[in-house]
């Protein structure tokens, strides 16, 4: 990585788009020096630059105001610079995604500075840590299969409405789909329970994000030491062999932690 | 989800290691997640908003119970043991068609939103825990 544009609030030499309805998309804030790769863009593909203060910097890029951002291709644009700011070395503290400060010195004197040391702070306990998201899936059909094969009822209903039209036997397939749903979640809360027992106590924080609907188990944000990156994966790795016949594991990341930007 | 699933994979290989993807993934990682400097949002996230809202829709109604029925009668269940008659296994078959309707124009309205395909539209969101979120007037 090499160092970017590393501008201060002294720095207003940038014009932008002509029109005076531009602002600054703010992207999130790093660490004073943080190096950010050369050819990063935003939005827009605006080249992403970094306002510095006191021992922090925001990550913006300047857009034009008079559209808001909110399209797919700004949700994307906005991960896509988080998520390489991630993939160096040093902490990035994301910004909730729609962030617009209207000029540079807003950036620095109304944003960073009133918030530097909280933001120092906040980026110092994410140093070293990295998140990743970890879900498990059923295999549906499995899973299924072991509910209609242990619940009488449920297979007796399910006799009863396959072969009938949709719109025939309501009441007995509103019932149907209540016993599925209790069996599967009284089978996923045993199963998400067992899993994170496994995989929590390797973590340093963590967020439970619920589940439902037949197949999710479980869908958690974990942040991991990078010392413990290996063993938590090595960890993970097992788990979805011991248990690929009625689930399948799945890791993603590691990501900006957007679930841990609030603190650890 | 929409994710590619050829990425790496380490050691044994039943890890599926995803790279994020896709509108649906990144909506579902960063949906009102990091730290809010409200004083200074000048636009309003209509289009996330929407996408919550319609993930909520899906949930608490007797909808989904028709769809845990639906996902039920829908599959050939892997036989344990005893053994079902055959033509539960064609009535299945014959089902499949309609049950897909349904889920269909879940992804549908859902797909209109986000431009892409999405397998999780019965998954809750909610606000994930609220980062700080102190409110300074604007200057």
């Given at each position: 990585?090499?160092?970017?544009?590393?501008?201060?609030?002294?720095?207003?030499?940038?014009?932008?788009?002509?029109?005076?309805?531009?602002?600054?998309?703010?992207?999130?804030?790093?660490?004073?020096?943080?190096?950010?790769?050369?050819?990063?863009?935003?939005?827009d593909?605006?080249?992403?630059?970094?306002?510095?203060?006191?021992?922090?910097a925001?990550?913006?890029?300047?857009?034009?105001?008079?559209?808001?951002?909110?399209?797919?291709?700004?949700?994307?644009?906005?991960?896509?610079?988080?998520?390489?700011?991630?993939?160096?070395?040093?902490?990035?503290?994301?910004?909730?995604?729609?962030?617009?400060?209207?000029?540079?010195?807003?950036?620095?004197?109304?944003?960073?500075?009133p918030?530097?040391?909280?933001?120092?702070?906040?980026?110092?306990?994410?140093?070293?840590r990295?998140?990743?998201?970890?879900?498990?899936?059923?295999?549906?059909?499995?899973i299924?299969?072991?509910?209609?094969?242990?619940?009488?009822?449920?297979?007796?209903?399910?006799?009863?409405?396959?072969?009938?039209?949709?719109?025939?036997?309501?009441?007995?397939?509103?019932?149907l789909?209540?016993?599925?749903?209790?069996?599967?979640?009284?089978?996923?809360?045993?199963?998400?329970?067992?899993?994170?027992?496994?995989?929590?106590?390797?973590?340093?924080?963590?967020?439970?994000?619920?589940?439902?609907?037949?197949?999710?188990?479980?869908?958690?944000?974990?942040?991991?030491?990078?010392?413990?990156?290996?063993?938590f994966?090595?960890?993970?790795?097992?788990?979805?062999?011991?248990?690929?016949?009625?689930?399948?594991?799945?890791?993603?990341?590691?990501?900006?932690?957007?679930?841990?930007?609030?603190?650890? | 989800?929409?994710?590619?699933?050829?990425?790496?994979?380490?050691?044994?290989?039943?890890?599926?290691?995803?790279a994020?993807?896709?509108?649906?993934?990144?909506?579902?990682?960063?949906?009102?997640?990091?730290?809010?400097?409200?004083a200074?949002?000048?636009?309003?996230?209509?289009?996330?908003?929407l996408?919550?809202?319609?993930?909520?829709i899906?949930?608490?109604?007797?909808d989904?119970?028709?769809?845990?029925?639906?996902?039920?009668?829908?599959?050939?269940?892997?036989?344990?043991?005893?053994?079902?008659?055959?033509?539960?296994?064609?009535?299945?078959?014959?089902?499949?068609?309609?049950?897909?309707?349904?889920?269909?124009?879940?992804?549908?309205?859902?797909?209109?939103?986000?431009g892409?395909?999405d397998?999780?539209?019965?998954?809750?969101?909610?606000p994930?825990?609220?980062?700080?979120?102190?409110?300074?007037?604007?200057?």
């Amino acid at each position: 990585m090499t160092s970017a544009a590393d501008v201060t609030a002294d720095d207003r030499s940038s014009p932008g788009p002509e029109g005076p309805e531009v602002g600054w998309f703010v992207y999130g804030v790093v660490g004073a020096g943080t190096p950010v790769p050369q050819d990063l863009t935003g939005l827009d593909e605006g080249p992403v630059r970094t306002f510095t203060c006191g021992r922090v910097a925001a990550v913006a890029t300047q857009i034009r105001v008079e559209r808001p951002p909110g399209r797919g291709v700004d949700l994307l644009a906005y991960h896509s610079v988080l998520d390489a700011l991630a993939q160096g070395d040093h902490p990035v503290l994301p910004v909730r995604f729609g962030a617009v400060v209207p000029d540079e010195v807003g950036i620095v004197e109304e944003f960073l500075a009133p918030d530097e040391a909280y933001f120092a702070e906040l980026l110092e306990s994410l140093a070293g840590r990295s998140q990743l998201m970890f879900q498990a899936v059923y295999d549906e059909r499995r899973i299924l299969s072991e509910i209609v094969e242990s619940e009488p009822e449920i297979a007796e209903l399910r006799a009863l409405t396959k072969d009938l039209p949709e719109e025939a036997a309501y009441a007995e397939r509103v019932r149907l789909g209540e016993l599925v749903a209790r069996a599967v979640e009284a089978r996923r809360e045993m199963d998400a329970a067992a899993l994170l027992d496994e995989v929590l106590p390797m973590t340093d924080a963590h967020v439970l994000r619920p589940v439902s609907g037949v197949e999710r188990v479980v869908d958690a944000a974990v942040l991991v030491h990078d010392q413990r990156r290996d063993q938590f994966e090595n960890r993970l790795e097992r788990l979805a062999e011991e248990h690929h016949e009625r689930m399948r594991l799945r890791l993603m990341g590691p990501t900006a932690p957007y679930d841990f930007a609030g603190g650890v | 989800m929409t994710v590619q699933t050829t990425q790496r994979r380490s050691g044994g290989g039943y890890l599926e290691r995803p790279a994020p993807s896709g509108l649906a993934d990144v909506v579902e990682i960063i949906l009102d997640k990091g730290i809010v400097i409200d004083a200074y949002i000048r636009v309003s996230l209509v289009g996330i908003e929407l996408l919550t809202i319609d993930a909520r829709i899906v949930i608490a109604s007797v909808d989904t119970y028709l769809r845990f029925a639906e996902a039920t009668n829908r599959l050939d269940l892997l036989e344990q043991g005893g053994g079902k008659p055959l033509d539960e296994f064609i009535g299945n078959m014959q089902e499949s068609g309609a049950g897909r309707k349904v889920k269909g124009a879940v992804s549908g309205a859902k797909k209109a939103l986000t431009g892409g395909d999405d397998e999780d539209e019965d998954r809750e969101r909610r606000p994930a825990k609220k980062s700080s979120s102190r409110r300074r007037s604007s200057a």
